[in-house]
């Protein structure tokens, strides 16, 4: 499940931004080509899954992949500027190097949600792992059933993936509902909470997988409502964050209870999480 | 039992420290460490464990991972393993325990630690039974023995006129080569066991993970990180790049102890911070040792050398907790 | 000749102006003093001090407006009580006193602050190179008791 | 001990009055170590205990205590605690930097001739004094609400600190290599910090995720600078409670470096922490004149 640089795990594999795309106010989209064996250990990666990505110099974190295997050999994250790493990733350019460890984690089970319908809820920045779930559907759009996609964020310019929002709507069988807390007067789409969306779209549970990410609070309010909607913790998937250094299960960071979010998670079902003895919260 | 004399362990250790490096147990201003010693009449005897475990010679408070170096868009990484044998006289079989311990982390859970397991690989163990259990001692609380010579490589236990020795493993027969052992009639020297704390079962604690308990208890933690530092098992780390020299682009990728005590452990860049309470945190601490720890990786995060117990500067006892625990089981 | 690293903290409205007036008079000053130009005296936290020692300066300087004269009313006042102090505790720690050094220089004092710069050099040069940084630590360039395992080239050029 | 008895029927009458929420006070653990106690229930004030045990300065958990909490800020209780003479003054400096106001602490201030050598370490309540102590002349707290004990005249003492003149009179290099090889032992586990009163910077300066001041290693550089930065941080501030020294696992004598200062500060401004609550002279303008 964790492929290694070679025999030591915390060494990183090379890689060439080739795109660096602003996407929104202190967030960025990288697109990264991966130089010495890296190649190999991508392959194969699935939706869900993070690497850790190095500003050398100044440190590593883990980020979401938000790119599939299937629509070529780059990698894609997105990152918001936020910590000491994140602004290091921010200050290179086009041709840079940067340090890529992975893939790590678990993913989305998307064999198992063939033919049924999908609500895939973001907020924030926490949409950027749920693209390659998007993505998957859309290439292999007769697999599945109805997608709905929730995407939520505080302002209208912090919606993440906007160029990418037409070619959804167009898709068959697809919609997008977006919704932002604080509205700019441009805005004629749904305003408040993903939860105020989540409850007036009011989805049927039936035959239907729920996915979610976002920031803790979110997903636990998400929760409360799908639950209320009828959504067995079954049908509903999380993808967790925590802070760790080390993405292979050593360094004790990022557990929750006995469970390590680095190799047990990212990717949890609501019945996984409920059972984890501590909160994510 | 096969004997070396005083003497004869002593000429073997001075060889030992002349061919490799020889860590032992050696008083520095006072406080009693394991450090390499170039001759054996630094070596402490009469201890009963120094302050630190020797876990720090498998998983150093630092070591560099790698090197990074910038020329212009190009980056050259040089990857860091450690080298040299190193042998440590005096362990303790707590401290044995301890390297099994984290062996069960950082070797046996896939993928393995390359800088872990090659100073593992590199190193032996010449344990040294302890004579009586110290005033905070409860190995025999967790399934250890003041001479288990399990986690060794070479056991030694005192004996009228010098050590009793046990070559446990093939490591240690062959750094026994050569050295002149007296084959002695009798039996090793029976051990005291001085204390036994009631143990609770794995399975008991997640009964117990939402009592008000841990929030009281913790109330007076400092949130230093003694008790992860001074513990034989304890294993989070931070890694991090910093500069190597002023005005080059070089720079080292370092690892380096860090603690579930502290406030910031789980902190992230945004500011959420799922452990705030020290309750919480402490909780976490023994639930690692007795819980997390054995269903994650298998064994106890725990072997009861006690030296928590006696480094904590306001008395959070883990024994108190376990027999705490117990009592509610009960 | 051995020649100190010296770091100058100068204060914008009057040191570096001082500055200024020693160079456009063409007084001569030691090129060892490298200056960083801060908004007041007071910006020199201890730590900015602590930082250049470690990083190797053989003698940091620091050069203020005359009391009274800041342009932020107080600023130098707490500099005065401050470097003293940390003087006080950095030669406590073993740095040589004269390493470091506190003194005010006015935006028309260009001979003052050639003076001063010339003597601090000269005391520092007499002291060699500081110790404080390379005592006991390990090296910082070199890879200390490793080999290179494995080196892996990006392959592409700048 | 006489004073265990006052203590106690203060903390009783205080918690079963509603005058406080929480005492803070002292207890024996299970092995009869002296540690902090947090008594809430004049039920379990018979917890107090009072001996030459009571080492801790129980003001370092004050800030924590008595930050207004939760996102409303909602006001803690009121809290009354337990203080030796040199922990007295460690209010004193904290209610001078506006941590929290007078009204928030009830102070039991308990005269003190000392405290021994090895007290939360070991179950010991007789034996030589701390090295604080036999330079302490100090018997009476300096602020208290109510005092336990009999105010004693001051003590002699030798007022001669050997430790700090030995090193005084050393040359600059044979110093560095005193302080190197004592910060060489240093593991980073941060304990001075913690313990210190004073220390209650949400976020270490020195711990920062992008500091610049310090690394994150243990090359003793490094922690040398954190020593030294965080010893120049309690300038004027230190109370020489010496929690810092004793918590110490390695040993290292920290509290030296508090001691130099607090002379330093003694000399160049005749200023000494936590008399009175006022600021550290280094904080305000020359002549003393506001802040």
Redesign the interface.
Known sequence: M?D?N???????Y?G?LVEVKDMAPEIKLFRVEL??GGREAFASYRPGQFAFV?A??????PFGLASTPQRGGTLEFAVQR???V??GLHELGE???V?VRGPMGNWFPMEAFRHKDLLVLGGGIGGAPLRPVIQTVLDNRPDYGHLTILWAARHPSLLIFRDEYAVWRATPDTELHLTVDQPDPDWDQHVGLITDLLEELAPSPKNTIAITCG??IMIYYVDQVLRKLGFAPEQSYVTL???M??G??????C?L??K?ICVDGPVFSMAEAGDL????? | MDVITSGALASWLDRLAAESTLIAPRSVEGVLLYRPVTSSADIARDFTRPVLSIKEFFFPATERLLTIEKTGQTITLQQTLPEGKQVIFGVRPCDARGMKVMDALFIETSPADTYYASRRENTTLIGLACKEMGESCFCTSIGGTPDDHRDMDIMLTEVEGGYAVQAVTSKGKALLEGVPLQERPGHLPKQVITASFPFPETAYWPLRFNDAYWEQMSERCLSCRICAYVCPTCRCFDIRDEPLAVGKDQYERIRCWDSCAGEAYRRIAGGHNPRAAKGQRLRNRFFCKFYYYPQQYGPLACTGCGRCVDACPVNIDITEVMSHLAEVEA | MYEPKIIAFLCTWCSYTGADLAGTSRLKTPWNVRAVRVPCSGRVSPELVMRAFDQGADGVLVLGCHIGECHYDSGNHRTAKRIPVLHSLMTFAGLEPERLRLDWVSASEGDRFARIVNEFTEAVRALGPSQWRHVNSLPSVELPNTAPQEVKEAGVGG | MPYTDEIQAKARELLSRGQTACVIGYEAGPRGRVRPAFIYSPDDAGRLVWNRGCTHNLTTYLCQKLRPHGHNGSKPGRVAIVVKPCDSRAINVLLAENQFSRDQVYIIGVTCDGIVEGAGFKSITEGPLQKRCQQCSEHVPVIYDVLIGQPAPSGKTSGEDKDLARLEAMSPVERAEFWLSQFDRCIRCYACRQACPMCNCPTCLYERDDSLWVGAGIRVDEKRTFHLGRAYHLAGRCVGCDECERVCPMQIPIGLLNRKLAKEMQTMFGFRAGVAPVPSPITTILNGEGS
């Open positions: 964790i290694t070679g025999n030591n795990p915390l060494m990183p090379l060439r130089l010495n190095s050398f110099g100044i440190g590593e974190a936020l910590g000491s994140t602004t041709g840079d190097i340090g920031p803790p964050e925590a802070r250094h080390c292979i299960g050593k360094c004790g960071r557990n209870g006995d390590l003895l501590e909160s994510f919260l």
